[in-house]
């Protein structure tokens, strides 16, 4: 029903940024929260970052508040997270992910579609 596909992965050195995108096919309309998850081998999938459909509500990991900034365009059907001031704990694959309601926006079991994830490597 939907399709994310995430971009913008790549080797950054620490203090450096970088910039996550997702671009969503299909039934769009069904994109009510969309949201950032990262894991590393041996972890959780670990929440990152979520949006309300209007752009208007925000969520943020505590790890990742003052640094990430999540946003979306829903004209163009995408959302990016702009990551700043990265750190090599933030080394991991990043995946983007749907929800068509509005329920445990933090919790991984709660999406309904998933990317298949993208390569973020921060070097100190």
């Known amino acids: 029903q939907v399709q994310l596909v995430e971009s913008g992965g790549g080797l950054v050195q620490a203090g450096g940024s970088l910039r996550l995108s997702c671009a969503a096919s299909?039934?769009?309309?069904?994109?009510?929260?969309m949201g950032w998850f990262r894991q590393v081998p041996g972890k959780e999938r670990e929440f990152v970052s979520a949006?309300?459909?209007?752009?208007?509500?925000?969520y943020y990991a505590d790890s990742v508040k003052g640094r990430f900034t999540i946003s979306r365009d829903n004209a163009k059907n995408t959302v990016t997270l702009q990551m700043n001031s990265l750190k090599s704990e933030d080394t991991a694959v990043y995946y983007c992910?749907?929800?068509?309601?509005?329920?445990?926006?933090?919790?991984?079991?709660?999406?309904?579609?998933w990317g298949q994830g993208t390569q973020v490597t921060v070097s100190s």
């Open positions: 949006i309300s459909w209007s752009g208007s509500v925000t």
């Open positions: 299909g039934r769009t309309f069904s994109s009510n929260i």
């Open positions: 992910a749907a929800a068509s309601r509005m329920m445990a926006v933090t919790t991984a079991g709660a999406y309904n579609y």
